[in-house]
């Protein structure tokens, strides 16, 4: 398996444009989740989805939209990008049922210029 | 909803000696309760988790902690430390439901010095 994977690994943009940030899991697994990680306030929570065609907002969702048409992608968009959104990007993905680990891809550092 | 509070940003020590990173969560239903760790440049990595049972429980890499529910607590300890731990750390927190969100503290960044 090679678990969650995220592409690209680093990307630089300007304010203004728009991407998509990649995620697949091949573990079958129900819930993914898109985190981003800024230094002194830990991981929160962008967005989530518990299968595919389900999605809900996390804690910092604004700026951000999702899809999960498959239950192995779950792509996070960018719709207009801002420097706000400087930050490294999680992607995770569990089990919809079990012990609630979550397993995490290698992470996107994305700067916003 | 539910909140973590890790205690210290920044925990110096000296190689082989204990630690304690502390965790304080809060939550009016019934949780999970996790460590992550994060080598430099790298994703996370769970080092243990408390679901049910003993509340003291051991995790990879010579890591452990106990789950105190009058405290709200769950601290991370190692009695002998090595270099090599030196990473940040992260208290996560799950509620039991279906759709249970995993909630981040802000991380505890250890660094053993020889």
């Known amino acids: 398996n090679a678990g969650v994977t995220q592409t690209p690994k680093f990307q630089v943009l300007k304010t203004g444009q728009s991407m998509t940030l990649q995620c697949a899991q091949d573990m079958n697994h129900e819930y993914m989740s898109w985190y981003r990680q800024d230094p002194g306030m830990g991981l929160r929570l962008i967005h989530y989805?518990?299968?595919?065609?389900?999605?809900d907002q996390g804690e910092v969702p604004n700026g951000y939209n999702v899809s999960r048409s498959t239950t192995e992608d779950f792509p996070l968009r960018l719709l207009s990008a801002a420097p706000s959104q400087t930050s490294v990007y999680f992607c995770?993905?569990?089990?919809?049922?079990?012990?609630?680990?979550?397993?995490f891809g290698p992470g996107t550092r994305l700067t916003v210029t | 909803a539910q909140s973590v509070t890790q205690l210290d940003s920044q925990v110096p020590v000296f190689e082989e000696a204990p630690v304690e990173l502390r965790c304080n969560y809060s939550?009016?239903?019934?949780?999970?309760l996790f460590w992550y760790v994060q080598y430099p440049n790298q994703g996370l990595q769970l080092l243990l988790k408390y679901l049910s049972g003993s509340t003291l429980v051991k995790g990879i890499n010579g890591f452990e902690a106990e789950f105190n529910k009058s405290q709200t607590s769950f601290h991370l300890r190692k009695p002998s430390v090595h270099i090599s731990d030196t990473a940040e750390y992260f208290c996560?927190?799950?509620?039991?439901?279906?759709?249970?969100?995993?909630?981040f503290g802000q991380g505890t960044e250890l660094s053993v010095k020889p």
């Open positions: 989805s518990v299968g595919a065609g389900i999605t």
């Open positions: 995770a993905s569990r089990p919809d049922s079990g012990f609630y680990e979550q397993y």
């Open positions: 996560a927190v799950s509620d039991r439901g279906q759709g249970g969100k995993l909630i």
């Open positions: 939550s009016s239903v019934s949780v999970y």
